[in-house]
């Protein structure tokens, strides 16, 4: 006691008295605690900041037996605004070997923008072009060494190997891949999937052809399939960039999809978009009744 009294000698009489009263007073004489704050401002709050977003668009490779197509579209969407639509997701890393990538638009700028420089040291180094299984092993690799602080993007590698055989390789966020015949990533790939089992695989169908198609079959085949897709995924349209690789090298096309432009009047509508608009009815309501008029617009 003659302790305690020492060091609460600096706060008075009182604050020794209630000490010394408080250790020795029974728990139900004891004076309440006071509760604490209920107020919603003076509540923790969690911090939360994501670095990732999904820019959306979808990308496809279809392997031949000499050929192989890489192909995506161009629309580079944040939410519900289109912030471009004239954005490659495509790179060309070699003479027979290139690039697709959807998912955060900043990261696939950065991991394309990285393997081609590796590519480049390791024709410095070897005096020779990587090849495209080369090329996915690399991808790989440097996609498993980011996996704690992953790249956000989905890729697909096309491009023909040392026989000259078409290939493709499907990756997903931190390196897992394999080599297929085709594949899709992207927001619409679960619209072009069961396109590419049906009229690539020729699964779950009796109706299965004995010749292989050609590179302009497939590539009419993408077109297609491109088309189908942007009228239900939101974030494929604008334009699709194709990639054409074969033995003599690679070529560019560019096939344009429906825009999704906002039009205000019904006549540029029928001449400028392509819903093909033959006819439209319009009903005028006012007091003295309803009347019906039929407004032509221009036939395609």
Do not use: W
């Not at 085709?182 to 020729?202: H, K, M, R």
């Not at 001449?271 to 309501?285: A, I, M, N």
């Amino acid at each position: 006691a003659a302790m305690q009294a020492h060091y609460m000698a600096p706060f008075g009489a009182d604050a020794r008295f209630a000490g010394f009263a408080g250790a020795h007073m029974p728990s139900h004489h004891q004076m309440p605690k006071a509760s604490m704050p209920t107020s919603q401002v003076e509540q923790p709050r969690e911090q939360r900041f994501s670095p990732y977003a999904n820019n959306g668009g979808t990308c496809l490779a279809v392997a031949g037996d000499d050929f192989c197509i890489v192909a995506a579209d161009s629309r580079l969407s944040q939410g519900y605004s289109i912030m471009s639509r004239t954005t490659s997701k495509i790179s060309q890393l070699t003479n027979k070997c290139c690039i697709a990538s959807s998912g955060c638009n900043a990261d696939q700028v950065t991991l394309h923008k990285l393997l081609k420089f590796r590519i480049k040291m390791y024709a410095h180094q070897h005096e020779k072009q990587m090849s495209a299984p080369a090329v996915g092993q690399m991808l790989a690799t440097t996609l498993y060494g980011r996996r704690f602080f992953p790249y956000y993007t989905f890729n697909v590698v096309g491009g023909l190997d040392e026989n000259g055989e078409g290939c493709v390789f499907s990756y997903d966020a931190i390196g897992c891949f394999e080599r297929l015949k085709y594949t899709c990533s992207g927001t619409g790939q679960a619209l072009i999937e069961p396109f590419l089992d049906n009229l690539v695989a020729y699964k779950n169908t009796d109706n299965k052809p004995t010749i292989a198609r050609s590179v302009d079959e497939t590539l009419e085949l993408v077109k297609d399939i491109f088309s189908s897709a942007g009228e239900r995924d939101i974030y494929t349209g604008d334009f699709v960039d194709i990639y054409v690789i074969t033995k003599d090298g690679t070529t560019y096309e560019q096939f344009p999809l429906k825009k999704d432009e906002r039009r205000t009047k019904l006549g540029s509508l029928g001449q400028k978009g392509s819903l093909g608009l033959g006819e439209t009815p319009v009903l005028v309501v006012t007091k003295d009744g309803t009347t019906y008029e039929q407004f032509p617009l221009k036939r395609v």
